[in-house]
């Protein structure tokens, strides 16, 4: 089991207490982060660097006043619902450290990188009664603060769905076949609501039958819904495996290829819809 730290939110003061171990009177709110994100290193960076996971939401290693955005956003939660889970799943929607990635604060933890954080001297942080401080640097971290946009977009925006909003694609990782290490994420979607992931060689644009949106990857074309690759609104992300990408027959991304992959997702009305799509050119 990985050593971890964590910071304690409490409703009254709403002071925080960073604990070392998960022996502590307070195992839930250990257990509540882990067990929602068990993949993510976005912790384990900024301890391998010498700070604490407290840091993932707060300025000081040991917790405490003040947070950062993505901290205040689950506090906020907290006070609402007195429900941690509850509180960071309130929070995965927004981009609180509103980086140029646009990327969610789910995104940003799927993706190991710091949703409250971006580097250098010039974060945000907050107090209790909200009152920011600016320019203020960012703690150590072994890993990368915000996701490095490694496609390019096209057929955006896409078409509004229920929610008034265009659903939106990224993805994140590297576009080096070797590391396979790519995650896609769809956005602003209909909330509960269910898509996949779309993958192809081609690039096209047509408005497919009792649908909202334009399919905008075209040919031979691969459906990422095996199990546990199906995602729900109003945000989700799915790693792929670049050796076998679903197309007939499957097939391994290949150095020097284009690969573009777009969202289909299901919206209210007995209708569906599609994000708007990316192309990644693979080294």
């Known amino acids: 089991m990985k050593h971890r730290v964590l910071s304690i939110l409490t409703a009254g003061s709403l002071a925080a207490v960073c604990i070392s171990s998960v022996a502590t009177p307070f195992p839930f709110f250990y257990n509540s982060w882990t067990a929602r994100y068990p993949a993510s290193m976005t912790d384990d960076l900024l301890i391998s660097a010498g700070g604490t996971g407290c840091q993932v939401c707060h300025q000081a290693s040991a917790g405490g006043a003040p947070w950062n955005p993505y901290g205040f956003r689950v506090r906020i939660g ?3 619902t007195g429900d941690i889970d509850m509180a960071m799943m309130l929070a995965e929607t927004f981009d609180s450290d509103n980086d140029v990635t646009g990327t969610s604060n789910l995104d940003e933890i799927a993706g190991s990188t710091q949703p409250g954080w971006i580097p ?3 974060n945000t ?3 209790a009664d909200g009152t920011p401080v600016t320019n203020q640097p960012a703690p150590d971290c072994d890993g990368d603060y915000d996701p490095s946009p490694i496609d390019t977009r096209y057929c955006s925006p896409a078409n509004v769905n229920s929610t008034g909003m265009p659903g ?6 590297s ?3 070797a590391q396979n290490n790519v995650t896609l994420a769809a956005s602003d979607l209909p909330p509960g609501q269910f898509g996949y992931f779309l993958a192809s060689r081609t690039q096209g644009m047509v408005m497919p039958p009792n649908s909202s949106g334009f399919l905008c990857v075209t040919g031979n074309i691969g459906r990422l819904n095996s199990p546990g690759m199906i995602i729900q609104g109003p945000s989700g992300s799915t790693a792929i495996d670049l050796t076998a990408i679903p197309i ?5 991304v290949m150095p020097g290829e284009s690969w ?5 997702y299901r919206d209210v009305g007995n209708t569906s819809n599609f994000t708007d799509a990316i192309e990644i050119t693979f080294s």
Do not use: H, K, M
């Not at 007939?248 to 391994?252: F, R």
């Open 260 to 264: 573009n992959f777009q969202c289909w």
């Open 120 to 122: 250098g001297n010039d």
């Open 248 to 252: 007939n027959p499957t097939s391994p």
């Open 175 to 177: 576009p080096e076949v």
């Open 78 to 80: 907290w006070i609402a």
């Open 168 to 173: 939106r694609i990224d993805a994140l990782g």
């Open 125 to 127: 942080v907050l107090y």
